[in-house]
């Protein structure tokens, strides 16, 4: 698959991961935000492995070991 | 519109092995950081083994990591916090789903899981019902108990995932269920090979229904290993004129692995998603080549809550040797699990799988889908008694019959048995799993 479309696609998770992240430090205490936010990291997070990143968004692909 | 990919995930069903495992291996240091930094249980364990995750660099390190058992995880749930003991890695409020495993071996094991773990088993079976044809415009009926057992659970959510419509169908009986599957044209289902042949056989018996005149076209089955067996994977597609494809997981560890809809006689280890080896039975060597049969040592790379690190499964399973024509580079066990190091049994010093007897049995299209196995000692001797029904039609044949199935025993088995034969629906017929395989021996 071409590596310049999964690199525009991890940005993309990426910069919905930072708005997501802010929407809980604003909603605070307000369970029917940050309820519904905590889910939807959840299914991030799944965006995240499926792009061949770690469920945090951080890269997994290091040097090729023996 | 349908999509046109057969692939769940056409990036990494179809990443170069060597890029796999590069991942693969970056993340097994990751979790187990994860278990060494959030649980007391797996640090003491690794402790004890004179190991930290920093040493973890190589393949060669990675094998050095210890492995645990079932024991081990049920040791570890007797400490706090209950019920799932010090192995768990998350506060308790961060717990958003219970299973547990059967406990037919004793204590049954819990397995808490995050929102974030659920969202992965579900993500999961996601590349195993795709990879089998699931999409939207299925109607999906499940007839499953909907339980503390994780069985068909994710395959539901799965379902929802990929945008099928899913017919929970929990507490009805096996007629009903099969009724409702007539009155909504369900396309698709999920069961045990058990199940699905119980429910052939009520379709037909019960109801004078003919399952392959119903609607159903594809049927994935987990729990035994029956549609792996090529014998009773027949008899299930010709029953329900559908496809039937194989997947296996595992309360502890997930759902690791599926057939494809190409059906090459095995499955996919999902490498994406877990890291399988396989370990000699005898030197505690991993395997890595192709058609050399060992045990099952496993690690989900993602999951948080109670991780599943270089878990022994005692799952058999040897490497296939040539790639899917599917076009995935995740690997292919070939046949399935081929059995449980601890289901072999010796009797008379042979050894037996049970999976070998199921294999002759459902090849004789002369019997019916129930039958039974009893070991005994009679004595200083040992004596395996096989019971069996015949297919309405089939008893006049009936000496024919029995003197080729001995014979086929025997020659596949090596071993020789008792045949009873029953009437036909006199044998037990289960709903789930099957406990067909009855050691009477003391001390087994």
Redesign the interface.
Known sequence: ?DQAK?DSLRQRAARLRAELEALCAEAGDFPAVSRNA??I???L??IS????L??SGAE??????? | MQSPTPYW????E??PL??L???Q???FR?ILTWAWDHSPWYREFYQAAGLEPGDI????DARRVPKVDKGMLKGAQEQEPFPYGSRLCVPLDQVAEFRQTSGTTGTPVYQAD???D???WA?AWCYILWSQGYRPRDRVFIPFGYNIFVAFWAGHYACEKIGCEVVPGGVLDTASRVLKIQELKATAMMGTPTYMLNMADVARHKLGLEPAELSIEKITCAGEPGASIPSTKQRIESAWGAKLYDHAGATEIGAWSYECAAQPGGLHVNE??FLVEIEDLVTGEIIDQPGKRGKMIITAL?R?AQPCIRFDSKDLIEWAPDPCPCGRTFRLIKGGVRGRADDITKVKGVLLSPSAIEAVVRGFAELADEYEVVVERIGDSERITLKIEFNPGAEGDQEETLAALKNELRLKTNLGYVIEVHPLGALTRYEVKARRFKDLREGH
């Open positions: 698959m999964i905590a889910r990291s959840a299914s997070a799944m492995l499926s792009l061949g770690d469920a997994t692909e290091g040097p090729i070991a023996n | 995930n056409p990036y990494l179809t990443m060597e890029r495992r590069a991942s291996l970056s993340r990751s660099q190589t393949w060669e995050t929102w974030q659920w969202e992965w993500e994406a998603l993602d948080r």
